[in-house]
């Protein structure tokens, strides 16, 4: 995927979902991986363009994997002049060693985005951006029908009110496949998850089916996300719907 291609589904999503105002402070959460890199190129790159203007950070959570090696990631902050803040934990250590978790993922994320939050206000920043993209929003939602009971996906915009801080998911409309291509063509610098965990856990579980589902009946995908889009979800902002001409991301 080519950089002007992720520029218009990203313009696309703040657009619809009023994602960015005038004058915001953005934090977008680097994991290491390839999603949250493509973010940081889409906002690094909406920012040159797009009409209001906002500043832009990055920051990660060292959960403290040995051998975490984020200097790669502390380069290119660096050459695209992003401020970078990486926030030390014992997260590893207490999940793993200490409680001896066989079932971490959720006591993790919840540790981690209090970690991240916290660092956020911290730095100044009153928006932060997670690079949750299309499938992870279809694949959130058959986890929730499955074990939940409920039809429900995160939404593309949340206000935090205890942390007076605002989520946003501004690769929504990009597909994974996509995000693979784009850390391919441009070489990003991705670190590697030191997870034990990492591809056995309920997310994987939704991954293989979203991809087996899709096989079996060819466009089931995009049909759930029409879905999930039409469903009018609690907790989701309404959609604007703007056209906009080529001149929008030239």
């Known amino acids: 995927m080519q950089l002007q291609r992720l520029l218009s589904y990203t313009r696309k999503a703040v657009d619809e979902y009023n994602m960015i105002q005038e004058g915001d402070h953005i934090a977008v959460g680097?994991?290491?991986?390839?999603?949250?890199?493509?973010?940081?190129?889409?906002?690094?790159?909406?920012?040159?363009?797009?009409?209001?203007?906002?500043?832009?950070?990055?920051?990660?959570?060292?959960?403290?994997?040995?051998d975490f090696d984020l200097s790669p990631i502390q380069q290119l902050c660096s050459e695209m002049e992003v401020p970078y803040k990486i926030v030390k934990s014992d997260i590893y250590n207490i999940l793993f060693n200490v409680r001896k978790e066989s079932n971490p993922c959720s006591l993790c994320a919840k540790m981690r985005k209090g970690a991240l939050n916290e660092a956020i206000k911290e730095m100044g920043c009153n928006k932060v951006a997670y690079a949750h993209h299309k499938d992870d929003i279809i694949e959130t939602m058959l986890l929730s029908l499955i074990f939940e009971g409920r039809f429900h996906s995160f939404s593309p915009r949340t206000y935090l009110d205890r942390m007076d801080l605002t989520v946003i998911r501004p690769l929504m409309y990009v597909d994974e496949m996509d995000v693979i291509g784009f850390k391919n063509k441009y070489n990003l610098p991705v670190v590697k998850s030191k997870c034990p965990v990492d591809g056995y856990t309920k997310r994987q579980y939704a991954k293989d089916l979203l991809r087996q589902l899709n096989t079996e009946h060819p466009g089931a995908r995009e049909r759930m996300f029409h879905a999930i889009l039409s469903g009018n979800l609690s907790g989701w902002p309404e959609r604007t719907i703007r056209v906009r001409e080529k001149s929008d991301i030239d």
């Open 30 to 66: 680097i994991s290491g991986g390839k999603d949250s890199l493509t973010l940081l190129y889409a906002l690094h790159g909406l920012r040159r363009f797009y009409p209001n203007k906002f500043e832009l950070s990055a920051i990660t959570v060292d959960l403290g994997f040995d």
